[in-house]
């Protein structure tokens, strides 16, 4: 991870994923960046201040049969320092496309949590490891009956008809309770200074509601 890269997840920690996905939104970015469908799993499950924040670094499964060659090395062996792996897989998938050795090698590697685009399995071993992954659901069969490893650090695309959503190598992925958010690269420093006033209007709007203000004229006063 780049100097600049390291403040800027450095400055991410700082605030949460609804925090981010309130500054995409001013900057018109659609969804504010929200990646549905993606929900906490290990360590816990939707419980508990768990939160990653890291550079992608993206896996893109496919099928057996598409005309893509296979990835020459294992993608587990190649995740950077400070990355969150992203592994995309075509959606409906009933095969789990990550598993616990994968995280025991992505945590020896540095990386700082894994989202699955699909199923994974060994959740007591995730857990055991106190590693923290988001995902579409479970699993408990492997993926090599159906699936191969074609690219990484590739952009891939949410496998959801919900939204038209990519995530590209590099963009910078953030995941809590509240869900995933990828914030691209190319916005992050225009972000940045938006999250810093949104949350210090809304520290100020919470004690004056608490107070007895109603939420329109708070609204007015501290977010005008």
């Known amino acids: 991870m780049s100097a600049s890269q390291d403040a800027i997840v450095k400055a991410l920690q700082g605030y949460t994923t609804c925090d981010v996905s309130d500054a995409l939104c001013k900057l018109k970015f659609r969804n504010g960046g929200f990646l549905s469908g993606l929900t ?3 360590p816990q499950r939707q419980d508990g201040a768990t939160k990653i924040v890291g550079p992608a670094y993206t896996v893109q499964y496919v099928p057996l049969a598409d005309p893509s060659p296979k990835h020459p090395t294992h993608y587990i062996d190649s995740v950077p320092k400070g990355a969150v792996v992203f592994v995309s897989c075509p959606a409906k998938t009933p095969n789990a496309v990550y598993g616990g050795l994968m995280t025991a090698r992505a945590k020896a590697s540095g990386a700082v ?6 199923r994974f399995r060994d959740l007591q071993e995730q857990r055991d490891q106190g590693y923290p992954i988001f995902a579409r659901d479970v699993g408990t069969a492997p993926p090599a009956e159906l699936l191969k490893v074609a690219a990484v650090n590739v952009p891939v695309k949410l496998q959801t008809d919900e939204q038209d959503m990519t995530v ?5 992925l953030i995941a809590d309770i509240n869900g995933v958010v990828v914030l691209p690269k190319e916005l992050a420093e225009q972000a940045l200074p938006l999250m810093t006033k949104q949350v210090e209007a809304d520290s100020k ?12 004229e708070a609204s007015r006063k501290f977010r005008s």
């Open 205 to 216: 709007m919470a004690v004056a509601i608490q107070q007895g203000m109603s939420f329109t």
């Open 40 to 42: 906490m799993w290990s």
């Open 113 to 118: 949590g894994s989202i699955i685009d699909g």
């Open 168 to 172: 590209n190598p590099g963009d910078y």
